[in-house]
């Protein structure tokens, strides 16, 4: 089988789907599939030594290895929206110009980074249309997450070209793959092609997102993660925040707990950046919480022996991010056993861990009060929280490991890839 993975981002850089990417594609590779990756040259954040090893050491894997195609981009970063654009654009481009020159596809398969990336996918099918499937494994949802966080009007004309664009790419799609229940809902309930009027369905397949197994063996005790004396962290319960703070999240209500627990051997410590990054450390300045401790971004092979140094993890998400985006930190919280503090909607895929495994607490903004009272608990019981924890490696086990998952996909690209029956002739 000949499969192309289309995203942005690819080991060894730190963001989730390079991770996602990359797992699916040597999973495939390692089945005999002459597997291609169209990415960019660019990251997600600075790369370091220690990522770039990583990469040298998988790239000498014995088994079959992906084609990895890295196209230029300027590598602007995220810092404006200009330098984002920029890198967009460029990726855009020369992303599908390869996309057109790779002989046919048998499935092609794009994430949603960037946003509408999807169509390089689209015009490759374009050309090869007895042959290619397009597959959309959908992380967020356009112009909804922007119309959401208030960047687009809904109704304007960025909205409207966006929504057409939208349509357009659906009607080409033979598979759609989301995160939860809430993503497939709202792209099903808005771009369902005509054809399906008054199902509102599509061809879809819900897939949560993951972690490697292999990175999080089961009762395996990670090294000390260097910083945590430096940060003095030692004997404190420590609340870990790990990856994006971005404009899908708010922490308004984890800051009113750390607020509460100040008096007490809580630690918030979050490890990342993003753009709400600074709006944290100024609250965590103007109210004098010396409880609260940052730390920007560590490399992924760094992330085991942080979430070791964490009692519990917090999770939030904006009420208005429901539907399109899905934190993938949970999956690493889970694989390490972390018990969750998840502060958002119901009806997210964090919430829905929370609800079928018992791994941790699930509250609505506002509830800091809540919020505190879980941790005092699970810092004063250790009973309490070693139940938390096998609950939480057990739904990883269970539902969130690429053990899990990797077979999901196998059966979708099987399915799809399976003789269409011809009713024979009536005599």
């Known amino acids: 089988m000949r499969i192309t993975l289309i995203n942005q981002f690819y080991r060894p850089d730190i963001s989730p789907t390079a991770h ?32 770039s090893s990583t990469l040298r050491a998988q790239s000498s894997t014995p088994h079959r290895a992906p084609r990895v195609i890295r196209v230029w981009t300027p590598a602007l970063g995220k810092g404006s929206i200009v330098k984002r654009l920029a890198d967009y654009a460029s990726y855009y481009l020369l992303a599908t110009c390869r996309a057109l020159t790779l002989p046919a596809q048998d499935v092609v398969v794009s ?18 249309p007895r042959r290619t499937k397009l597959v959309l494994w959908n992380m967020d949802c356009y ?27 659906f009607r080409r799609l ?26 509102n369905t599509l ?40 990856g994006n703070a971005g404009t899908g999240h708010r922490f308004e209500t984890a800051l009113d707990a750390a607020e509460r627990l100040k008096e007490t051997n809580v630690v918030f410590l979050f490890v990342g ?5 600074e709006e944290i450390r100024r609250e965590r300045e103007r109210r004098g919480l010396s409880n609260v401790v940052m730390r920007d971004y560590v490399p992924k092979e760094l992330t085991p022996s942080v979430l070791a140094s964490a009692g519990c993890a917090l999770i939030t998400l904006r009420d208005e991010a429901l539907g399109v985006m899905s934190p993938s930190k949970l999956h690493s ?20 861990a929370i609800v079928r495994f018992g791994c941790g607490v699930s509250l609505r903004h506002g509830d800091a009060a809540g919020a505190a009272n879980f941790l005092r608990r699970l810092a004063s019981d250790p009973s309490l929280a070693s139940e938390l924890r096998v609950k939480a490696r057990a739904a990883f086990d ?13 059966e979708l690209l099987n399915r799809l890839l399976e003789p269409v029956a011809v009713p024979a002739p009536q005599t």
């Open 143 to 169: 112009p909804d997450a922007a119309e959401r966080a208030g960047v687009v009007r809904r109704g304007g004309v960025a909205s409207r070209v966006m929504r057409a664009m939208n349509r357009a790419l």
């Open 203 to 242: 061809s879809a397949t819900i897939i949560p997102n993951w972690e490697d197994a292999a990175l999080f063996p089961k009762d395996a005790t990670p090294p000390a993660w260097p910083e945590a004396e430096a940060l003095a962290l030692r004997d404190k319960f420590v609340v870990l925040y790990l």
């Open 111 to 128: 994430l949603t980074t960037p946003p509408y990336i999807a169509w390089a996918g689209a015009l490759h099918k374009l050309l090869h």
């Open 20 to 51: 996602l990417t990359a797992s699916l594609a040597e999973h495939r590779a390692a089945m005999g599939d002459e597997v291609t990756v169209i990415t960019s040259g660019g990251r997600y954040v600075a790369p370091t030594s220690a990522s």
């Open 273 to 277: 950046g993003g753009s709400r990054w």
């Open 333 to 352: 919280n889970l694989a390490s056993g972390l018990p969750v503090l998840y502060i958002g909607p119901a009806g997210s895929n964090v919430d829905d």
């Open 174 to 199: 033979d598979h759609l793959v989301g995160l939860d229940t809430a993503m497939i809902e709202l792209l099903c309930s808005q771009y369902a092609p005509p054809e399906m009027a008054g199902s």
């Open 398 to 410: 269970q539902a969130y490991c690429d053990l899990r998952t990797l077979p999901q996909f196998d």
